[in-house]
């Protein structure tokens, strides 16, 4: 069995922790806040983020070098905003030797790095090719109840891939493995926007019907940028595209869906984070994708319409309106167009 440490004790981080646990495998945790190490090791709670009891063979950390001392494997799960910062502190106390996997998603605006490249960059002495990215459709709440989940782990490294398989894989938790991890990356980052609209559609009371197109809209965005910028257009079919996309576009487990549901029901952005009072990945990432759509030019109406309504007051009842009475055009099936595109010669 191996030596873990998960950095970060959200809820994300300790349901991966628990599945580690349950693999037999010495868990340690990293927090930032020294009452939050306390709890855990005290009480094996963590009632802020996850309602659940925690094992007795995970233990917590305030002291970055010692939380990673002589580990394996070091597992990132904190908010996008923090990787960097965080990524600064692990590099003093890791070695090349040690297997880096994080599971976070999201896309730093202004240098859109994905986060495999912010951790390569920040770690200098780590091959981006050795850096895994887990990631599906998996709630953590879920998760660590053990209820059946897939999820995809992915690196340029096939043997690193498979290397993370072998550390998650339970009898709850079914691992498959990826060698796209720019497409396992974007997926998992944009389908938070998609979320956010979700939510939205549903705070202004709108039904299945809308929900289902803009899921089904909302992959063709995805996939048309991923695609653009070179990923695998079958990775948005997988877990991380589709599977992704429905969890956390149908599941009031979703902070996306949440904040977009009070987002809809008439609450402005700051009224959103302050009443959740917990990271929205999307929210970060739409300010991403936006830039992105516009350096790349490609055409991604749902998250031009959310980012105007997070960020230049637009009211979500006028942005679905423009996006009901666009010029009108033939479906094309965005998917199946870029497969084609992409194995036509083969």
Not at 115 to 128: L, T
Not at 325 to 337: A, M, V
Request: aromatic share 4%; proline share 3%.
């Amino acid at each position: 069995m191996s030596k873990v440490v998960v950095i970060g004790a959200g809820s994300w981080g300790t349901a991966l922790a628990i599945v580690l646990a349950d693999n037999g495998h010495e868990v340690r945790m990293w927090a930032h806040r020294k009452e939050h190490v306390d709890e855990i090791n005290q009480s094996h709670r963590n009632n802020k983020y996850l309602d659940v009891d925690i094992p007795n063979n995970i233990t917590a950390f305030h002291d970055m070098e010692e939380a990673t001392k002589d580990v394996d494997a070091v597992i990132v799960v904190v908010p996008t905003k923090a990787i960097r910062e965080v990524c600064q502190q692990l590099k003093n106390y890791i070695t090349s030797s040690t297997q880096i996997i994080h599971a976070t998603k999201g896309i730093e605006p202004g240098t859109l790095k994905r986060v495999s490249e912010m951790i390569s960059e920040e770690i200098p002495d780590f091959h981006y090719e050795d850096i895994v990215v887990l990631s599906g459709p998996s709630h953590a709440e879920e998760v660590a109840l053990r209820h059946p989940t897939t999820v995809s782990v992915s690196a340029v490294n096939l043997d690193r891939a498979r290397q993370a398989q072998d550390l998650f894989n339970s009898e709850n938790l079914r691992v498959y493995t990826s060698d796209d991890i720019l497409g396992i990356e974007v997926g998992g980052a944009l389908k938070n926007i998609i979320a956010l609209g979700a939510g939205i559609s549903d705070g202004l009371g709108y039904g299945d019907n809308a929900k289902a197109a803009l899921i089904t809209r909302g992959l063709a965005e995805i996939a048309r940028l991923g695609t653009t910028l070179g990923a695998n257009p079958l990775s948005f079919l997988g877990l991380s595209g589709v599977g992704d996309l429905i969890v956390t576009c149908t599941s009031v487990h979703s902070r996306n869906w949440r904040a977009g549901n009070l987002l809809g029901k008439g609450m402005s952005l700051e009224q959103v984070l302050e009443e959740m009072g917990m990271v929205v990945e999307g929210v970060r990432t739409v300010q991403a994708a936006h830039q992105f759509a516009k350096e790349q030019g490609v055409e991604m109406p749902i998250t031009q319409g959310i980012y105007q309504v997070l960020f230049e007051d637009k009211t979500p009842k006028d942005v679905v309106d423009e996006l009901m009475n666009r010029s009108k055009r033939q479906e094309i099936d965005d998917i199946s167009g870029l497969l084609k595109e992409r194995y036509s010669d083969q």
